[in-house]
Structure formats: C-alpha cells, structure tokens
C-alpha cells in the first residue's frame, strides 16, 4: 500500500496542529483552486513536518560544514550561532516554499481553462440546443480527455451530484468558489442564474 508524505504527516501532526489551520485559510482555498487532491489538514501537516525536517537536517550538517567554509572554530558559540540561524533560515524558506506552491500551480491552471473558453462554450451551447439534460451536459465535459483542467472542473461538479447527492446548481455554486478562472466562474454563475431565473440556457 502506498503511502503519500502528507498522509504520514498527517497521522504524525494531525491533532497537534488543529489550533494552527485558521491561519492557514487562504491555503485551503488554493489547494482546491490547484486541484491538488490532498486534505487541507494533510498538506498543513506536510508543509509543518517538512520545514521542521529541514531544520533537523541543517542542525545535523551545518556545525560541520561551516568550520569548513568559513574558518571557523567548530566548539565556537559563533559556529553554533551562525548553524541555529542558517538552520532557522531553512526551515521557514522550506514552510514559505510548501505554503506558496498551491497558488503557483492554480494560476498554471488558469491559463489553459481560459485558452479553452471559447470551444466550451460552444460545445455547452450545442448540447443545450439539442435538449441534453445539464447533468449530461456536465457529464460530457468531464470526459472530454483532451482539456484536463477544464475536465477537472466540471468532474467536481459530477463529483458532488453523483457522491453526495448535490444538487446541480447548488453544485455548480460551490465548485466555481474555487475554480482558478474568474471568467469560467462569470459563465457558471450566471448560467445557475439563468436557470432559476427561468431564463433559456441556450440563448445565455
């Protein structure tokens, strides 16, 4: 059995870290924007596990590698001085590194889902015009193999319909908080309001 870092982290850290997740909340915001499938609690874990793995790691190695580098006596307190914050150092660029890194990869996947804008909305309109349900509508766009991003989103929407018992709509709401394309979001928010409001799909 596979066992990924976060989860073992998770199971190492998970309760102790419960006090530290609401000042992490932007981040469970861009692990879904990511579309990272790793739980909110796993990742903080991992990302708290991993920065202090690497303060270990350069308090092992740097009281002897700086004598080394930079002539110093190694009983000296300077050496240790220099190693604790070097070593300090480390760990919170590893912490900020983990942190950043869901927000790098959810603006990636803003670009190709925009790109591919246009041929969605047209593959939407088509479907809509020939009477397809919107549930089935959803279903074909989270199969289309081709536009991976764009799949992964309307996938979650099914998700949450299919495993859930979601409504669409309400679905479609919950999911676009989340989506890194604010125009996508535009589109499927104003496509729920155009179903409530009894408005034509089609024409919208």
Not at 162 to 183: A, C, H, M, W
């Amino acid at each position: 059995m596979k066992i990924e870092p976060w989860t073992y982290a998770y199971k190492l850290l998970g309760k102790r870290i419960q006090k530290l997740l609401p000042h992490f909340k932007d981040l469970h915001i861009n692990l879904k924007k990511a579309g990272m499938q790793i739980a909110f609690q796993a990742y903080v874990s991992f990302m708290i596990l991993t920065s202090i793995t690497a303060f270990i790691v350069a308090m092992l190695l740097l009281p002897f590698s700086l004598p080394i580098i930079m002539h110093i006596n190694f009983l000296s307190a300077g050496n240790f001085l220099l190693s604790f914050m070097f070593a300090a150092l480390s760990s919170v660029f590893t912490l900020i590194l983990i942190y950043v890194y869901p927000g790098i990869k959810g603006s990636n996947r803003r670009i190709p889902i925009e790109v591919n804008l246009p041929y969605i909305s047209s593959f939407l309109t088509l479907l809509s015009s020939s009477n397809v349900s919107p549930r089935t509508i959803f279903r074909s766009v989270a199969r289309i193999d081709t536009l991976r991003e764009v799949r992964q989103e309307f996938s979650n929407v099914v998700r949450d319909i299919e495993v859930f018992g979601q409504d669409l709509l309400t679905s479609i709401l919950e999911n676009t908080k989340y989506t890194p394309s604010e125009r996508l979001r535009e589109i499927l928010t104003g496509y729920v309001a155009t179903v409530r409001t009894g408005g034509d799909p089609t024409e919208y």
